[in-house]
T-cell receptor, first 110, second 114 residues
């Protein structure tokens, strides 16, 4: 079983729509959670950290559900520039290595 | 914006050559990482370092080697390149203390072995 699993998508949504997707992780002792964004043929860039109480950054909202071992990302009022692959990233325990999901592709159309 | 630099950005080279991919960061981060990523696929950790003179193999077996003689520098070397080494190589670094430390990535090196 992979440490981090994501629905690969693609999620094709019109501009202005709301899109949400989850990822699940296998290690119940994981301490840190992140969402990264990766554009085609580019390096991953940190989108936001995910905190236990949930957090928001502009149009992006992240939630953590430790009991069910998943994290979610919601994008409101989608923009064309939100088209990318979103990587779910989870830390291990005590060693701070990160495990990356394979990514969820979002395509926002005009 | 993170200050982590990789050179070269692109390299096309013949089989059997020795290659060194450079990675430097100016943030004083203790932890540095090398990942390999094929197009459309997930990142795989191939090497990491927790500080000077510390190197460990990652989750994906790799024929490459790394060194960490200075905090800011974490080069990756392939002694004899083969076509199977064709991939994108991404270097990252993170601050050393506590959890919730994200990794910051360089622009990557696209390597093609003919």
């Amino acid at each position: 079983r992979k440490e981090v699993e994501q629905d690969p998508g693609p999620f094709n949504v019109p501009e202005g729509a709301t899109v949400a997707f989850n990822c699940t992780y296998s290690n119940s002792a994981s301490q840190s959670f992140f969402w990264y964004r990766q554009d085609c043929r580019k390096e991953p860039k940190l989108l936001m950290s995910v905190y236990s109480s949930g957090n928001e950054d502009g149009r992006f909202t992240a939630q953590l559900n430790r009991a069910s071992q998943y994290i979610s990302l919601l994008i409101r009022d989608s923009k064309l520039s939100d088209s990318a692959t979103y990587l779910c990233v989870v830390s291990g325990v005590n060693d701070y290595k990160l495990s990356f999901g394979a990514g969820t592709t979002v395509t926002v159309r005009a | 914006e993170a200050d982590i630099y990789q050179t070269p950005r692109y390299l096309v080279i013949g089989t059997g050559k020795k290659i060194t991919l450079e990675c430097s960061q100016t943030m004083g981060h203790d932890k540095m990482y090398w990942y390999q990523q094929d197009p459309g696929m997930e990142l795989h950790l191939i090497h990491y370092s927790y500080g000077v003179n510390s190197t460990e193999k990652g989750d994906l077996s790799s024929e490459s080697t790394v060194s960490r003689i200075r905090t800011e520098h974490f080069p990756l070397t392939l002694e004899s390149a083969r076509p199977s080494h064709t991939s994108q190589y991404l270097c990252a670094s993170s601050a050393g203390t506590g959890p919730n430390q994200p990794q910051h990535f360089g622009d990557g090196t696209r390597l093609s072995i003919l």
